[in-house]
Antibody, heavy 122, light 106 residues
Framework: GLLVESGGGVVQPGRSLTVSCVAS????????MHWVRQAPGKGLEWVAA????????YYTESLKGRFTISRDNSKNTLYLQMNSLTVDDTAMYYC????????????????WGQGTFVTVSS | EIVLTQSPDFQSVTPKEKVTITCRAS??????LHWYQQKPGQSPRLLIK???QTISGVPSRFSGSGSGTDFTLTINGLEAEDAAAYYC????????FGGGTKVEIK
């Protein structure tokens, strides 16, 4: 399986940005998916997850209401919309596949993308 | 939120030496604990799942143990290519990661 993120870049504080993750070489629609971020020089932070069919989503408490995870199974694509960005959101954003069998969502992360870097700066 | 505390934060190790990294959970998580390796400039890679289950393609020198709140990742016979950061991750409740352990080769 392969995951390729895109959409990162430089964005001003307070603005919005959507990053994407395209899946290939596996059946995307039967797996829950996650976003995990890593600030420069820091550890991994789980951001959000979405169920295999997109009907359920889950967020780390501190980002709830500001970030939205979604997916389009017809395009094998995962999204993360980020609103009201602050400098603390500057990080590498990774998408990761959840290894749980459908309809589960919370297991090990067995495939990771290479990441897309988001810089929030004026 | 379940907090995972890794120790040590940093370890400098001679090749062929044994490395032990621990991960302690703030409450019991059964065996829902996974380990990842992240080399500089790369994305994380799954090493061990559910505390002790091996992953295809991962060298046999990597092993995991533990249950409940205390877990260990062991590297038996460190090799130069093992220089990396190692993270634990729990999947009992909303996912959380440990703070990481950086392993340096002496």
């Amino acid at each position: 399986g392969l995951l390729v993120e895109s959409g990162g870049g430089v964005v001003q504080p307070g603005r919005s940005l959507t990053v994407s993750c395209v899946a290939s070489e596996f059946t995307f629609k039967i797996y829950a998916m996650h976003w995990v971020r890593q600030a420069p020089g820091k550890g991994l932070e789980w951001v959000a997850a979405v169920s295999y069919d997109g009907t359920k989503d889950y967020y780390t408490e501190s980002l709830k209401g500001r970030f939205t995870i979604s997916r389009d199974n017809s395009k094998n694509t995962l999204y993360l919309q980020m609103n009201s960005l602050t400098v603390d959101d500057t990080a590498m954003y990774y998408c990761a596949r959840d290894a749980a069998l459908v309809p589960g969502w919370n297991s090990d992360f067995d495939i990771w993308g290479q990441g897309t870097f988001v810089t929030v700066s004026s | 939120e379940i907090v995972l505390t890794q120790s040590p934060d940093f370890q400098s190790v001679t090749p062929k030496e044994k490395v032990t990294i621990t991960c302690r959970a703030s409450q019991s998580i059964g065996s829902s604990l996974h380990w990842y390796q992240q080399k500089p400039g790369q994305s994380p890679r799954l090493l061990i799942k559910y505390a002790s289950q091996t992953i295809s393609g991962v060298p046999s020198r990597f092993s995991g143990s533990g249950s409940g709140t205390d877990f260990t990742l062991t590297i038996n016979g460190l090799e130069a290519e093992d220089a990396a950061a190692y993270y634990c991750h729990q999947s009992t409740s909303f996912p959380t990661f440990g703070g990481g352990t950086k392993v340096e080769i002496k």
